[in-house]
């Protein structure tokens, strides 16, 4: 049984929350690079030490906002009964069909500063790298453990991947968000299509 979090760990992940907005408002207005710990730490009423607490580098101030991302395939493949690249198509095509940032196809000027923000800067890219490492990790454990179900993992989420970063990449660069929506739904078809063949046994198929 999965009882709530109680009052001390509600209160951290309030910390979490309105520390890492206040930094990503201060860069997105400032520049990643212009903005300094101590300058964060003193807009959110914290000690340097505090903040160094909940984030150890000031990339994951950033990356905070999409950590609960990182085990959303592997909890897609589990609590769906259908196979496992059957499942997260649905769920990526649902995601284009509601505008799901995490997929790329969104023109909110909040959501499109943030990718900017994330896609340029290096450092905040290479930090991201152990984002996707750990949603590999994830979802490999639900797909088995073994050296296939890691193979098949790295697959999926680099599907995942270069599907909302083409969607990002065409909206930020001026195309109409409802042209970018069907080719995204048509690519997404193509790269989902193209995991099921490739990996019959995650597909149903075998």
């Known amino acids: 049984m999965t009882h709530p979090p109680g009052l001390r760990e509600r209160k951290k992940q309030q910390t979490y929350e309105s520390v890492s907005e206040i930094a990503i408002r ?18 959110a009423g914290i000690s340097k030490p505090t903040l160094f607490r909940y ?3 000031k990339e994951d101030l950033v990356l905070h906002r999409i ?3 990182e085990d959303e395939a592997a909890r ?12 997260l198509r649905r769920h990526f095509l649902e995601g284009l069909e509601r505008g799901d940032p995490v997929t790329g196809l969104s023109d909110h000027p909040q959501v499109l500063a943030f ?13 991201a790298h152990g984002h996707l490492e750990r949603q590999e990790a994830a979802l490999a454990e639900v797909l088995g453990g073994d050296l296939d179900a890691r193979l098949a993992a790295g697959q999926i989420i680099a599907v995942r991947r270069v599907l909302a970063l083409e969607n990002w ?10 042209e970018v929506r069907v080719d995204a739904v048509a690519a997404a078809e193509r790269a989902f299509g193209a995991l099921a063949g490739g990996l019959p046994w995650l597909a149903g198929e075998q």
């Open 169 to 178: 990449r065409r909206i930020a660069e001026g195309e109409p968000i409802e």
């Open 115 to 127: 990718h900017r923000l994330l896609y340029g800067t290096p450092s905040l890219v290479a930090r």
């Open 55 to 57: 984030f150890p580098v």
């Open 26 to 43: 201060l860069f997105l207005e400032k520049g990643f690079d212009a903005v300094s710990v101590a300058e964060i730490a003193a807009a």
């Open 67 to 69: 950590a609960d991302h």
């Open 76 to 87: 897609v493949v589990r609590e769906s009964g259908e196979a496992p690249v059957t499942a």
